[in-house]
């Protein structure tokens, strides 16, 4: 691999192989997500627990000081919107000069397998490693998902996930499954983050969710309304950067959660 390339790697994937990507994306087809109206104010108190951040350039431009010293996941896919016709049905949204101009580290689209636009969608992803590898810059794909299709299907995702990787994904977003998702990551010949989906009952769904995949393979996670939309974010980060970084179990990573939530109210 190019020098280049493996530097960017490097620095989005820790020595101890594993990554907590902090993705603040969601405003680009949502809009003002809850907990996500002014994204500086998210992204601020979380940012010394993650490896990366996963943004737009709106996003970047507007609410992330130059001077940090953290790789930006710049998302390059859009032009759909909650209320529109079809999600899945996305575009490139940003150029080569540009990625290069905000200096990004590696860039992120979603590609929608099994939906209307999955020819579209995979082109897309096609194209942009097309450009990309160009630069060294390296392309991680989102399993995004149709509405017909089920998120939580281990053959759903094995199928998204290795096609995403064939066509040149350096990394594999996905969501954990419940049954087999060590087929998921033993089927994806390049390293699989976990994202989390809208918000869960409890903490401990969450801590148990990522301690099942990370077990299974995974190299870490690209969390972000888990994280954010809990009423105590700072907790969760450090409890969820303990258990990428540290293998901390449910329970220790819970106790963290605990003892971060109980130190806030002091
Ligand atoms: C939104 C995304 C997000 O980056 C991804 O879904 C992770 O966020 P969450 O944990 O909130 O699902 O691609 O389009």
Same mark, same amino acid.
Request: aromatic share 8%.
């Given at each position: 691999?190019?020098?280049?390339? !493996? #530097?960017?790697?490097?620095?989005?994937?820790?020595?101890?192989?594993?990554?907590?990507?902090?993705?603040?994306? *969601?405003?680009?087809?949502?809009?003002?997500?809850?907990?996500?109206?002014?994204?500086? !104010?998210?992204? =601020?108190?979380?940012?010394?627990?993650?490896?990366?951040?996963?943004?737009?350039?709106?996003? &970047?431009?507007? $609410?992330?000081?130059?001077?940090?010293?953290?790789?930006?996941?710049?998302?390059?896919? @859009?032009?759909?919107?909650?209320?529109?016709?079809?999600?899945?049905?996305? +575009?490139?949204?940003?150029?080569? !000069?540009?990625? &290069?101009?905000?200096?990004?580290?590696?860039?992120? &689209?979603?590609?929608?397998? @099994?939906?209307?636009?999955? *020819?579209?969608? &995979?082109?897309?992803?096609? #194209?942009?490693? #097309?450009?990309?590898?160009?630069?060294?810059?390296?392309?991680?794909?989102?399993?995004?998902?149709?509405?017909?299709?089920?998120?939580?299907?281990?053959?759903?995702?094995?199928?998204?996930?290795?096609?995403?990787?064939?066509?040149?994904?350096?990394?594999?977003?996905?969501?954990?499954?419940?049954?087999?998702?060590?087929?998921?990551?033993?089927?994806?010949?390049?390293?699989?983050?976990?994202?989390?989906?809208?918000?869960? /009952?409890? /903490?401990? /769904?969450?801590?148990?969710?990522?301690?099942? @995949?990370? !077990?299974?393979?995974?190299? +870490?996670?690209?969390?972000?309304? #888990?994280?954010?939309?809990?009423?105590?974010?700072?907790?969760?980060?450090? $409890?969820?950067?303990?258990?990428?970084? /540290?293998?901390?179990?449910?329970? =220790? $990573?819970?106790?963290?959660?605990?003892?971060?939530?109980?130190?806030?109210?002091?």
């Amino acid at each position: 691999m190019d020098w280049g390339m !493996q #530097n960017r790697l490097n620095r989005l994937i820790g020595s101890d192989g594993r990554c907590f990507f902090l993705p603040i994306d *969601h405003g680009y087809f949502q809009g003002p997500t809850t907990c996500l109206e002014k994204p500086a !104010q998210t992204i =601020k108190p979380l940012l010394p627990y993650c490896d990366a951040l996963f943004v737009t350039r709106g996003v &970047l431009r507007s $609410a992330v000081d130059p001077g940090i010293d953290k790789p930006i996941i710049l998302r390059v896919s @859009g032009g759909t919107s909650m209320v529109g016709k079809d999600l899945a049905n996305e +575009g490139i949204t940003i150029s080569i !000069q540009e990625i &290069l101009r905000l200096n990004a580290t590696a860039v992120g &689209l979603s590609i929608f397998v @099994g939906t209307d636009y999955e *020819h579209q969608t &995979l082109l897309n992803l096609a #194209n942009l490693v #097309n450009q990309c590898e160009d630069y060294g810059i390296p392309v991680m794909a989102v399993t995004a998902v149709g509405k017909e299709v089920g998120q939580k299907d281990a053959r759903y995702l094995a199928l998204a996930c290795r096609i995403a990787a064939e066509l040149g994904a350096k990394v594999v977003k996905t969501y954990w499954c419940e049954k087999d998702f060590d087929k998921v990551v033993d089927g994806c010949p390049v390293p699989i983050v976990m994202a989390g989906g809208p918000k869960c /009952e409890t /903490e401990l /769904e969450v801590l148990e969710f990522v301690y099942d @995949g990370l !077990q299974k393979g995974a190299i +870490g996670i690209n969390l972000g309304r #888990n994280v954010w939309q809990n009423p105590h974010p700072v907790a969760m980060a450090k $409890a969820l950067q303990a258990m990428v970084h /540290e293998n901390a179990t449910p329970e =220790k $990573a819970f106790q963290i959660f605990k003892d971060v939530k109980n130190s806030e109210k002091a």
